[in-house]
Structure formats: C-alpha cells, structure tokens
C-alpha cells in the first residue's frame, strides 16, 4: 500500500455532475393536525426515550467488551495451541460486534443530543492542515488490510484556524471509513485541503461505486442507506452522515456531494476561514487517556465495514 502526501499551490477539483448541497432542498416537517405543541411534546418524550434506551444499552455493553478485552489478554499467556486459536477468533468476532452495537448507540445519543440542543462546540486556534493531514493518515493500516492507497493534498503547508478537533477528528473519521468501506480492494482514497478566503474546503474523494443521483439529499438525512436489503448487506446503520451534517451545521458549516467523471464519488465538507482572539485560546497538550480513547474510538468507527 503506498501512502502519499501532497502540497500543492492550487488546487483544481476534477469533479461531474451536480453539487448537491446538504442545506438546499430541505423540507419543513408539518405538526399533525395543525396541533405544534403537542407535536413538539411527543417529539421531546421521543428523544428522551432514546437516550434513556442508548445509556441503558451502552452500560451492558461495555461490560461485555471490557470482558472480552480480560479474556484476550488471557489467552496471549497461553500456549499456542488449536483451542486457543479458535477461541481468539471467536472472541475477535464477539468484539467487533460489540464495536458495532456501541458505534449505533454513540451514534443515536450524539443524534439526541443534537436534536434536543444539548451541545456545545469547543472551539480553539489549531493548525488545521496539519490535524487533517494526521487524520487521514490514522486510518492507513485500515486501508492497508483492502491494499488500498490515501493521498493527502493541501494549498498550504499550515493554516491555523477555529476549530473543535475531537468533532472534526469524527467527521473525517466518518468519511474516510465510508470511502474504505465502498472502495474496492486495490483502489485510491484522496483527501484534498483548500484555504479559501472566507472558508476551508476538506473533500473525500474514492473509487468506489459512487452514490446514485436520485438520491440526492436523502444521504444526509436520519437512517438513509443507498442500497442492499438489510444493515448487513448496506453495512451501517444510516446515523453516520446524518450525524456528520449535524455537527457542520453546528460549526457553521456544510456538505455535499458529486459522482466523479470516471468512478467514485467525492464527499465534500466546508468550515469558516475564523480565528478566535488569543486571549480565548488556551493550547493543550493530548493526554495519554485521549490518545488511548482515540485508539479505541478508531476500532469502533471502522468496526461495520467489510475489510
């Protein structure tokens, strides 16, 4: 697998096709009978059954995992034998599911939390190109498993900018697992930075089999899946993109995307061109706690694919 990093003066998008924006074309959803209030409160007593359901499958489910992980580190002490070969890959299989079950729960308390306003953005003065560039270069041993290549390219070496890296860190993160989950083996993974004047371009471009048109929006909404029969077979639960759009929309930000002229489709997300007072920024170095966490959040987010 060849990794490749790019820094180029300008770059140019080769994309065909319609743009398709995730803030056009969105409709508003009418109370029924007219009745807004009782609409809203059936909408409220929905979402805190959601995350009162998602805390009490999260607890359980950590138990597992955390079981899981103890019995691993068990069977590294034993011998190498038949028995323990099997029961490693069955305790393999039983993890990366508990991974799955744990990324749809994360997922539906974020969606909640959105929805319900309970969010806040944390912004600091970072270098953005270089947290994309890291970002991107994160997940290489994933793509490595599918022999697949990741270019990074930028028009700029640095830019220090606005930003709450742990919520880009998981719109990138998003992305990049979507583009190696439809990237057949042997394929290209690029991730193109642009600094513009008012705002920052990061586009994800693969060769996959790309996104039909007439779905247009319906990507970026709650649940959706292009294709396939079941969650299997559409390998994800439908949350991850309606989670990425919700979070830009927190930051000011928005996302679209176009099939590109030969294969593939390019996924691509804007942020504000801002920076905050230095007086409202404090530098912070990364913990070893948020490094493990970070390791950890890597597993699960790329646990539903097909590597």
Known sequence: MKVKEKVATNISYSESGKNVDSKQGNSQKKPLNGNSANFEELDADKNDWIFALSHELRTPLNVILSTIQLAQLGMKKCEDSEYSKVKT??????????????????????????????????LKNEDIVNIVREMTFSVTEYAKIKNIDIAFESNKDHHIAAIDI????????????????????????????KVEEKEILISVSDTGPGIPEEYG??????????????????????????????????????????????????????????????????????????????TEYLEIEFSDGSL
């Open 89 to 122: 890959k069955y305790l393999e299989i039983m993890k990366q599911n508990c991974y799955r079950l744990l990324k749809m729960v994360n997922n539906l308390i974020e969606i909640n939390r959105l929805d319900s306003g309970f969010f806040n953005i944390d």
């Open 166 to 193: 742990f919520q880009l860190e998981r719109i990138m993160l998003n992305l990049l697992s979507n583009a190696i989950k439809f990237t057949p083996s042997g394929g290209n993974i690029k991730v193109i930075l």
């Open 217 to 294: 929006n319906m990507i970026f909404e709650r649940y959706c899946q292009t294709s396939g029969k079941s969650l299997i077979e559409k390998k994800g639960s439908g949350m991850g993109l309606y989670l990425v759009k919700k979070l830009l929309d927190k930051m000011n930000g928005r996302i679209w995307f176009c099939n590109n002229e030969d294969k593939g489709a390019t996924l691509t997300f804007s942020l504000p061109n801002l920076q905050l007072p230095q007086s409202c920024t404090v530098k912070e170095e990364l913990s070893p706690d948020y490094i493990k966490s970070r």
